[in-house]
């Protein structure tokens, strides 16, 4: 799991998508995947990793399908084509980033159930939430939030100014932010401030946890693939190469025909229906979500 | 070139982000994402504004306004 990078990405995203997706629906997307499942996870110490991503289990909610539903259901239910990308690209993009640790995840649940991962850095969840925390932030998975925040403040930052956030963010989604400023009785500062205030989290919570891991744990920092070493790991990913390769290749194949199918059938009907923000025009191919 | 309005802005941000973090390290309770935000809402803007308004309401010049 990863513990900052999952904010700052959203950030990174706004900059590609401009007008094309709601950014509050880029959040709620990119926290989908751990909404329901990461409360209980320290509470199932003895097989956390498994509950978090494994099945029988929650791990569903960190597979592609999973964005692809949830997507579908709300482009069904508000015909909102900024909410129903907007969650698809946040879910997705989570999914994405967990591939990095240990555990791994379940990309093309329910055509496979193999976890795929590139261990970049230790899962460890059976070792409690502050425990869990240090292992990440002695490892690389604080370099990967730190990657991630550099991102955005070198390419991205442009998405912070307020004239951004007015002329882009707001028009974007304009009758969330006006009911949120409405029911909330949000100035324009308190607006913009709701708009940033993820990225400012996300900044606190990465040096919070990396100090917290330096000088409350003793924990030497190891930022090395896999690391760091002296923690147990939760792998998910285990057995031999060729029947992982096999089952992600069958999963992966099964996954693709099935979207096919389902936008033939059924969500390119949504999608003529849906409808767009005045602001939006949208091109062809990934122009239809990105500029 | 940041102007001073955009500096100002800044420096509080920055003292915010200073407090979340003296107050995770001293209290050992990370803020969650829900309340973690909203530490921001309420030392940016909910605190500061209801601050003008009871100098405002006092007699005093209200700052910033």
């Known amino acids: ?291 | 070139m940041i102007s001073q309005q955009d500096g100002r802005e800044l420096v509080r941000y920055g003292v915010a982000v200073v407090g979340y973090i003296v107050l995770a390290m001293f209290t050992k309770q990370f803020l969650t994402w829900t309340y973690g935000p909203l530490y921001f809402m309420l030392t940016l803007e909910v605190v500061p504004r209801t601050w003008r308004r009871l100098r405002g309401a006092a007699g005093q010049p209200a700052v910033g306004e």
């Open chain 1, 1 to 291: 799991m990863s513990w900052a990078a999952h904010e700052f990405e959203d950030y990174f995203i706004q900059k590609h998508i401009g007008t094309k997706a709601s950014f509050i629906a880029v959040v709620i997307g990119a926290f989908l995947p751990d909404l329901i499942t990461k409360s209980f996870v320290y509470e199932h110490s003895t097989d956390a990793a498994h509950f978090h991503r494994g099945w029988p289990g929650l791990g569903f909610t960190h597979s592609l399908m999973f964005g692809v539903i949830i997507a579908t259901a709300v482009l069904a239910i508000t015909k909102s084509r900024s909410w129903a990308l907007g969650l698809l690209i946040g879910e997705w993009a989570h999914v994405l980033t967990d591939v990095s640790d240990t555990a791994g995840v379940m990309l093309f649940f329910p055509f496979s159930t193999q976890n795929l991962s590139i261990q970049m850095w230790k899962h460890a969840a059976s070792q409690g939430r502050l425990g869990d925390a240090a292992a990440y932030y002695s490892g690389l998975g604080g370099v990967w939030d730190f990657f991630w925040f550099c991102m955005v403040v070198i390419f991205a930052r442009k998405v912070f100014r307020a004239d951004y956030f007015w002329s882009v963010v707001v028009p974007a989604d304009f009758k969330v932010w006006s009911w949120a400023r409405r029911r909330l009785h949000l100035t324009d500062n308190g607006m913009l401030l709701a708009y940033r205030a993820y990225f400012l989290y996300g900044m606190s919570r990465m040096v919070a946890w990396f100090l917290y891991a330096r000088f409350q744990t003793d924990k030497p920092w190891q930022p090395v693939w896999g690391g760091p070493k002296y923690i147990k790991g939760n792998y998910l990913m285990t057995g031999e190469w060729w029947r992982i390769a096999l089952s992600l290749g069958i999963g992966g194949i099964a996954f693709v025909a099935c979207l096919y199918l389902l936008w033939r059938l059924v969500i390119r009907r949504l999608w003529a229906r849906g409808v767009d923000p005045e602001v939006v025009e949208r091109g062809s191919g990934l122009r239809v979500a990105f500029h």
